[in-house]
Nanobody, 122 residues
């Protein structure tokens, strides 16, 4: 199983970016999916998570500006980031809780993407 994140880049304050993360491999299903970020010199922190049914949770610092969504058929999670601020600058990592194996003999593990850099600067 692999997670491939994309969509990062350099953007001016106040602008928008959309991150995508697709899971591939021998996947039975994906459960919770989410985005985390790590700024230079800081610990990795949760940005947003979403359940398979679409229930979402956000860090207080991004609530109202970021929106997480997913496409279960594509095993893909998205993060729409609006009104970006310099303090949003970080490497963004996607995470997915994935069921693999066979329907009656399976395992569930957390998988992480490679990270995509978002830089917010004028």
């Amino acid at each position: 199983v692999q997670l491939q994140a994309s969509g990062g880049g350099l953007v001016q304050p106040g602008r928008s970016l959309r991150l995508s993360c697709a899971a591939s491999g021998s996947i039975l299903s994906t459960n919770d999916m989410g985005w985390y970020r790590q700024a230079p010199g800081k610990q990795r922190e949760l940005v947003a998570t979403i359940t398979r049914g679409g229930n979402s949770n956000y860090a207080r610092s991004v609530k109202g500006r970021f929106t997480i969504s997913r496409d279960n058929a594509k095993n893909t999670v998205y993060l729409q980031m609006n009104s970006l601020k310099p303090e949003d600058t970080a490497v963004y990592y996607c995470m997915a809780e994935i069921k693999t194996g066979e329907p009656f003999r399976f395992t569930i593990n957390d998988y992480w993407g490679q990270g995509t850099l978002v830089t917010v600067s004028s």
